[in-house]
């Protein structure tokens, strides 16, 4: 698995992050990180009352004693605006929050903000993704509309995403799989669970459920915490 960056600590959340289920994945990457406040990218929440969704992860924050820097990026616009990439670059954790990944990509794709993602991680920051996000980041991308693949952006290359892996519909999750290309490997990925890049370049396995890995040619890999993913490589 390639990646643009390679010194910070990227984690691919199924979804589900605003729940008690996720809670001690969020502590864990938190204290890595050493991060004093999370700046939350609501982005794929644009057309999905935004401001709840900011909500919800201020008052789930608040548990941890950690407060949230909302970057209120909706639109392409803002994602040219300088301000708003300022902050993203002095951020240690960033959180892309679940939604529509298609109106996250092409908000993000080749922006001012977007560079800034990728800088910061490159200096050693913490990104989080969950859902939407877990699988924009990643190229190629699952496209939503019908679950064959389509241009991510690429945080991570060879690697694609299928969030809410245990609850989805089998006929999309099943099309994802026989879809997939010969150089990429699918990770599904299930509610309350990450896949985690380590800044070393290795993969785990983290969270309350279940990650498993599709290539072509080889036998579904199912594995839970703490377990590492010997199918990707850095």
Known sequence: MGATRTTGTLALLGGGEWTAEARPLHEELITAAGAGEIVLLPTAAAYEQPERTIERAEAYFAELDLPVRAVRVLHRAEAEDETFARAVRDARLVYLTDGS??????????????????????????IVASGAGATVVCDPMVDPRGGAYTVGLGLVTGLAVFPYHGTAADHLRERSIDLLPKTAVLAGIDEGTALVRDPDGAWRAAGAGSVTLYRRGTEPAERRAPSRLDLLTA
Not at 102 to 120: G, Y
């Open 101 to 126: 990944p298609l109106h996250l990509r092409s908000v993000l794709k080749d922006s001012t903000l977007f560079a800034a993602l990728a800088d910061v991680y490159a200096d050693g920051a913490t």
